[in-house]
């Protein structure tokens, strides 16, 4: 399998949203994490979670939260690359084919929903620099468009912050993570999370492939979208093609290349 890039969360309703990040740091503190020590779906070696929350209590504690964020009607989205393969969007990185691919998501969800919103994203790693080089990729995204769309329903550019700092944030890692784990073929720890996380998927016209969750390329990884969230044609400009595709990769199975 080749290495991939991926990038996602989800998006709440307004009114939502204090009462979300509040209810997420009740559980934590609940299942006893010190304060302000954050939770991801894969916990370093220096984080109290990786040795303080295993085994079914930590999954339990995932599936409270995708259910916190269900309960409160978010939905959500994740756009997955193979590095290797050539870009979707007009971008010369991975890593910002990724992130147009999920603003164009993000903004047919708001229309979707007759509606405008603000997307705030964990601050990358590295120097600031970096940081500032991924902002001014969205902005450009957002004045110019790089795939089908302008996402001009999104208001402003996009906003950054450690995910320490926010638990919704935090939510989103685990949503992305968890959903990339899966793709690529972990089946110990990521089936169960990722079954309740599929629920919140953005879909239309009952189709989750391509719409709330993307891999790219199609050609490659469209049967994924049958095998992992349920889908039983792959549209492609108003043409549909019954899955799984017979002479594809994942014809016969998720786990078979």
């Given at each position: ?27 934590c ?42 309960s ?30 999920i603003?164009?998501?993000i ?31 969205c ?119």
């Open positions: 399998m080749k290495p991939f890039v991926a990038i996602g969360g989800f998006s709440l309703p307004f009114e939502t949203v204090r009462s979300v990040e509040s209810n997420l740091n009740q559980l503190r609940r299942v006893g994490f010190p304060p302000k020590e954050p939770f991801k779906w894969s916990p370093g070696r220096n984080q109290w979670m990786r040795e303080g929350l295993v085994g079914e209590q930590r999954k339990q504690f995932f599936f409270n939260v995708v259910d916190l964020l269900e409160a009607g978010a939905t959500a989205f994740v756009a997955i690359s193979d590095t290797q393969s050539r870009k979707a969007t007009k971008v010369s990185t991975p890593e910002g084919d990724v992130a147009n691919m603003l164009e998501r903004h047919l969800h708001l229309v979707h929903e007759g509606t405008e919103g603000l997307v705030i994203a964990d601050r990358p790693g590295g120097s600031r620099l970096e940081e500032e080089k991924f902002l001014l990729s902005l450009e995204m957002m004045q110019e468009g790089a795939g089908y769309v302008v996402p001009d329903k999104v208001c402003i550019n996009v906003v950054s912050s450690p995910a320490k700092f926010i638990r919704l944030l935090q939510a989103a890692d685990m949503v992305v993570s968890c959903t990339l784990s899966r793709v690529a073929g972990e089946f110990t720890h990521a089936p169960p999370v990722f079954e309740k996380i599929r629920r919140i998927f953005f879909s239309d016209s009952g189709r989750i492939g391509g719409i709330g969750l993307k891999l790219h390329p199609d050609f490659n990884y469209a049967n994924l979208y049958h095998w992992l969230v349920g889908d039983d044609t792959l549209w492609r400009f108003n043409v549909g093609a019954r899955l799984p595709l017979p002479n594809r990769p994942y014809a016969n199975s998720p786990d078979v290349y």
